[in-house]
C-alpha cells in the first residue's frame, strides 16, 4: 500500500511516497513560496501516485480541532502568504483520499515513535532546535492535542547570570526557550553562526543551560519516558553530554526513576537519519485509515 507524505516547512515543502514500513520509495523538496506557486507542484507531484491517504506535518499555528469550522487550516502564522490558509481542504478537494494533518514536530515526534529513537516507548518527546524551536509531544502512543497544539519553544526559562544584557531573539518573549536557544539567538549572542563557533566551549556550555533547564521543565510536567533532540543546533553533537549534565545537576536528583539512571539512554538523538518529519507524515497517512 502506498501513502504521500507532505512536510510543509516555513522554508520547503518535502513531498514522498512511502509505503506502510516507513520506507521512502521516492521524494522531492519544492521551495515554500505562496499557495498560489507552492500548492498546484505539491498536488502535481502526489496526483496519479495511487495513494491510499495522505499525511500532513505543517509548520504552524495550525487548527487541529475536527470540530472547528477552519479545521485543516494554517491559521496565526507570520508567513503571511499562508494566513488562514485552508491547506487540509485545498489537497482533500485535489487529491479526494483521507488526510491526516498535524504539526511538523508532531510529525517528527510520531515518525521517532514509529521508526526511531523512541519506538516502543509510549510517551515521549521529540524537540527541534534549530532556527526556531518546537516539542512534539506523544502520550499514549498518539500526538497530543489540547486547546491547539504544544508550543514548547516558548516556555519561560531563567536567565543565566552572564546573560542578562542579551535581548532575547523572540519578538514576543524576553525570556522563552526559542528566544534564547535557538539558532538564530546563538548567532546574535555571539555574532557567528553556531558551525562557525564549534571550537568555543562558552557558546556550548550557555547552550546547554538553557536547553538542560527546559527539559527539566518538560520532564516535571510531562514525564516522558525519552526525550529525542534534533534540529541543526544539536547539529554540535558536543552539546548531548552538557545538556545531559545539566539536567543531572539542575533536577538534582528530584525525579529517581530507573529512566532517569542513564541519561545517555533517555536524552537522544533522532534516529531516523534525518527523515523523522517525512516518516511521521506517512504514519500520520496511516493513521487516518486506521492502520
Known amino acids: 500500500m502506498l501513502f504521500g507524505a507532505l512536510e510543509a516547512g516555513g522554508t520547503k515543502m518535502v513531498c514522498a511516497i512511502g509505503d ?4 521512502i520509495l521516492d521524494q522531492i523538496s519544492i521551495p515554500t513560496l505562496t499557495p498560489e506557486e507552492t500548492m498546484p ?12 491517504a495522505l499525511g500532513v506535518a505543517c509548520f504552524g499555528p495550525v487548527d487541529l ?17 499562508w494566513l488562514h490558509y485552508d491547506i487540509v481542504g485545498t489537497l482533500q478537494k485535489a487529491l479526494n483520499v483521507p488526510i491526516g494533518f498535524d504539526t511538523d514536530v508532531n510529525g517528527s515526534a510520531l515518525g521517532e515513535a514509529t521508526w526511531g529513537s523512541t519506538k516502543g516507548v509510549e510517551n515521549s518527546i521529540y524537540i527541534t532546535i534549530g532556527t526556531g524551536v518546537g516539542v512534539g509531544v506523544i502520550i499514549g502512543g498518539k500526538p497530543y492535542h489540547g486547546m491547539m497544539h504544544p508550543e514548547g519553544g516558548h516556555i519561560f526559562l531563567s536567565r543565566h547570570p552572564s546573560d542578562m544584557e ?6 514576543y518573549h524576553a525570556n522563552c526557550m526559542e528566544g534564547l536557544a535557538a539558532g538564530p539567538a546563538i548567532e546574535k549572542r555571539w555574532g557567528k553562526k553556531g558551525i562557525e563557533l564549534v571550537d568555543r566551549k562558552e557558546v556550548w556550555e550557555l547552550e546547554a543551560f538553557y536547553i538542560g533547564q527546559a527539559l527539566c521543565n518538560y520532564i516535571v510536567t ?7 533532540l534534533g534540529g541543526g543546533v544539536m547539529g554540535q553533537t558536543q552539546l548531548f553530554p552538557l545538556v545531559r549534565e545539566e539536567v543531572r545537576k539542575q533536577l538534582n536528583n528530584y525525579i529517581q ?13 533522532a534516529g531516523c537519519g534525518g527523515d523523522q ?3 511521521g507524515c506517512i504514519k500520520l497517512a496511516m493513521n487516518e ?3
Not at 526513576?257 to 538523538?269: A, F, G, Q, R
Open 20 to 23: 506502510e514500513n516507513g520506507t
Open 41 to 52: 507542484l505539491i498536488i502535481d507531484y502526489l496526483k496519479g501516485k495511487g495513494i491510499a
Open 65 to 81: 480541532d475536527r470540530k472547528s469550522e477552519t479545521y485543516g487550516y494554517i491559521t496565526s502564522t507570520p508567513k503571511l502568504a
Open 166 to 171: 542579551f535581548e532575547s531573539k523572540c519578538p
Open 222 to 228: 510531562l514525564s516522558p519516558q525519552r526525550i529525542v
Open 257 to 269: 526513576t530507573k529512566e532517569m539512571e542513564n541519561l545517555d539512554t533517555y536524552i537522544v538523538p
Open 277 to 279: 518529519g517525512i516518516k
Open 289 to 291: 485509515l486506521g492502520i
